[in-house]
């Protein structure tokens, strides 16, 4: 959202994100354009150039790649997602002129904490002493805001110091001593995003006197942002909805939009995920809301076997009508030969899973 609202403003923004589905490019953007093959592995070159006997991680390595390349692209702003939590995650090593924490759930536990609270304060090192620190949870840990006052961070609460008021077909943002009214419906789908549009207008909002921002802008940016596998739907008999919705805030998000969809036929699941993640935490979410199940293992060492995430299912929904897959792409042609033109198709629980959707659509669309 931020960066369709900058661009629509007209400045040169550069944005970085993680992890790309189909191409590396994906991560690294400016103006919207996904960095270039011979642009990247200039960019890489300069950094093993310039590490010397420096050992560096992949996602180091790749950040620093990324900065150097928006540097050279001489760019107004850099919008720069936090990849894994918050105080040891690369893209901590700069600091910013707002930092936002969205959301606080359970996810890369065995690094950030077992509960709210700690994973909260993992997060909330993002904050910087006298810079506006966003919070876009309207239940933060007690941590986040302690953390902020701890460093004298200049902290903003969402549902205190910023909200919204939802209607039917537009939105208003509210804020002290602010107020726009007529925004359009978030593009992407679901409540939350509410919370997410409040955060980027406030952050507008807040570096206002260093990079203006006209209100038409923000429309126009919360009106055509786009967002491939955020609840992405895929037109066609059967739809084909892609979600890399992989921890249960996100699963919460995926039923409550798969709940205002009308239900014309049933819904059936494409369902892969990691090891590592909270997978009874996601079928619990996603229980009442799917027909049947195609579960499948990820061709990747941290991936589940589909065995286990059966095993899962069957406890927490002993009716489960579960069939289990050597992978993604057996289990969405499956989905897909089963499946009948008022149905649909949800695919989820990893980027994998989304990515390999992604890339048998054509195929199974043909069939």
Known sequence: MLEKIYIEAGYRVACYTSPHLLRYNERVRVDGDEATDAQICRAFAAVEQARQSTPLT?????????????????????????????RLDAVNIFDPACA?????????????????EKIGREKACIYREATPALCGDPHPPSSVRRLAACIGAEYRQVGEDFSFESGTDEWEFVARGARIKNLPLPALSGKFQFYNASCAIQAVQELQQRIPVLEDAIRAGLRHVALQG??????????????????????????????????????????????????????????????????????????????????????????????????????????????????????????????????????????
């Open 230 to 367: 955020r609840f992405q739907v895929v037109a066609g008999h059967p739809a084909v909805i892609l979600d890399v919705a992989h921890n249960p805030h996100a699963a919460r998000g995926l039923a409550e939009n798969l709940r205002m969809v009308p239900q014309a036929g049933r819904v059936l699941a494409v369902f892969a995920m990691l090891a590592d993640k909270d997978i009874a935490g996601v079928v619990r979410a996603l229980a009442g809301e799917v027909d049947s199940w195609f579960v499948a293992s990820i061709q990747h060492a941290r991936g589940a076997e589909a065995s286990v995430l059966a095993g899962i299912l069957h406890e927490l929904i002993p009716e489960a009508q579960v069939q289990c897959f050597a992978d993604v792409p057996l289990a969405f042609r499956q989905a897909c030969l089963n499946a009948n033109e008022n149905d649909k198709i949800i695919a989820f629980g990893s980027f994998y899973t989304v990515a390999d959707v992604l890339r048998g659509l054509p195929s199974c669309q043909a069939n």
């Open 58 to 86: 992949y996602f180091e390595f790749g950040t620093l790649a990324a900065m150097w390349h928006f540097i050279g692209s001489d760019v107004d702003i850099a919008i720069l997602e936090v990849g894994l939590g918050g």
């Open 100 to 116: 936002v924490v969205t959301s606080i759930d359970l996810d890369h536990m065995d690094y950030l904490g077992d509960d709210r």
